[in-house]
């Protein structure tokens, strides 16, 4: 069977693409808060300084321990998702980019695996950022020295929680279509399989 353009499958495209974002994104501000900080270059730990100065995210503020210990502790739950994300997603989105721009139908299966995954891990997030207090004054990250002892009591304005929702929704809105879309085109394979073995009985 001929090869289809990636341009000529628009749902493959989307998924390309989203992997293609998702990718440098994980490696730059999500896994920093596994990286040991000697690691981390001075430029990319300010880049997610600035992302969390900008968002208040409590997210990723905690898990990188900008909001204090105590966050550190209460985020644990967070932390290990993003140990999922290191060690399962990432594989997924080099196979998923490779699978997507060959048009291989064999990564359909782990496409819905990580896309069920994902989705179901995306709504606690979805619910924190809801649940985080709104206030009219943006929430500061203590100083360095003070963020082992300080604990923050988070908030959000309503502008943050707006520009947070506006990049988590479609971390889940993507992984949700692709999962369903996923489900049935495996359905599909499978009864084109099943269907010579039925009429060769009838």
């Known amino acids: 069977m001929a090869r289809i353009p990636l341009a000529q499958r628009p749902r493959d495209l989307v998924y390309f693409l989203f992997f293609a974002i998702h990718l440098p994104a994980t490696f730059l501000i999500d896994l920093q808060a596994l990286y040991p900080k000697e690691w981390v270059p001075s430029v990319i730990s300010n880049l997610?300084?600035?992302?969390?100065?900008?968002?208040?995210?409590?997210?990723?503020?905690?898990?990188?321990?900008?909001?204090?210990?105590?966050?550190?502790?209460?985020?644990?739950?967070?932390?290990?998702?993003?140990?999922?994300?290191?060690?399962?997603?990432?594989?997924?989105?080099?196979?998923?980019?490779?699978?997507?721009?060959?048009?291989?139908?064999?990564?359909?299966?782990?496409?819905?695996?990580?896309?069920?995954?994902?989705?179901?891990?995306?709504?606690?997030?979805?619910?924190?950022?809801?649940?985080?207090?709104?206030?009219?004054?943006?929430?500061?990250?203590?100083?360095?020295?003070?963020?082992?002892?300080?604990?923050?009591?988070?908030?959000?304005?309503?502008?943050?929680?707006?520009?947070?929702?506006?990049?988590y929704i479609p971390f889940f809105l993507v992984p949700f279509v692709m999962a369903v879309d996923m489900a049935l085109r495996v359905q599909g394979i499978a009864s084109a399989r099943r269907e010579p073995k039925v009429s060769k009985q009838d």
């Open 48 to 167: 997610a300084k600035f992302y969390v100065e900008m968002s208040a995210d409590p997210l990723i503020g905690s898990s990188l321990g900008y909001f204090g210990q105590a966050q550190v502790d209460a985020y644990t739950w967070f932390r290990t998702l993003l140990v999922l994300e290191a060690f399962f997603q990432v594989p997924v989105f080099v196979l998923g980019l490779r699978g997507l721009w060959k048009g291989s139908r064999s990564i359909y299966v782990l496409l819905l695996i990580y896309a069920s995954s994902a989705a179901t891990t995306t709504l606690p997030c979805l619910s924190v950022i809801l649940s985080t207090p709104i206030s009219l004054t943006p929430l500061t990250i203590p100083s360095a020295a003070a963020q082992t002892s300080a604990t923050v009591a988070l908030s959000l304005t309503a502008e943050q929680r707006l520009l947070l929702l506006s990049s």
